[in-house]
């Protein structure tokens, strides 16, 4: 039958499954059955030489290096402005640990700062409501952020 074509196709609906509460699972009277591992044939020497070929095939590069270096670039750059937005705090000399005291008491000086920036924002906002014109709040200082 050679140069057959399939002309026609008819899918069919899934057979309807059974509900109701007396499933096998359900029932106490219903023959186990022992689960034997499956037994998988060994498969023949062309399909292995096949697949061996295919792992050792070489596939050529699709990337392109004009891209490449702008990704490099563009990584590069993000690196950079994160590095800015969130700089390194200062090293200790010898990198020897901080004390928890001197932590708490920067976390502390940083805390004061936001607030004290926030009240500042909160009175110009009010401010500029009452008055009718527009909220123009400058910043004073960048305020550090953590994640």
Request: positive net charge.
């Amino acid at each position: 039958m050679q140069g057959a074509n399939v002309r026609t196709l008819h899918v069919l609906a899934p057979a309807p499954v059974k509900a109701g509460p007396a499933t096998a699972a359900d029932d106490p009277n219903a023959p186990t059955v022992p689960v034997a591992p499956v037994q998988r044939r060994t498969p023949p020497d062309g399909y292995r030489r096949a697949i061996e070929a295919h792992r050792q095939a070489v596939r050529p590069s699709r990337v392109n290096p004009a891209i490449a270096e702008a990704v490099e670039r563009q990584t590069a750059a993000m690196r950079e402005l994160s590095r800015r937005a969130f700089p390194e705090p200062d090293v200790v000399p010898d990198d020897a640990p901080a004390s928890i005291e001197v932590s708490r008491a920067q976390r502390r000086r940083q805390a004061a700062a936001t607030e004290a920036a926030a009240l500042r924002r909160a009175r110009a906002e009010r401010a500029a409501r009452e008055a009718g014109t527009a909220v123009a709040v400058p910043q004073s200082a960048a305020l550090r952020t953590t994640a």
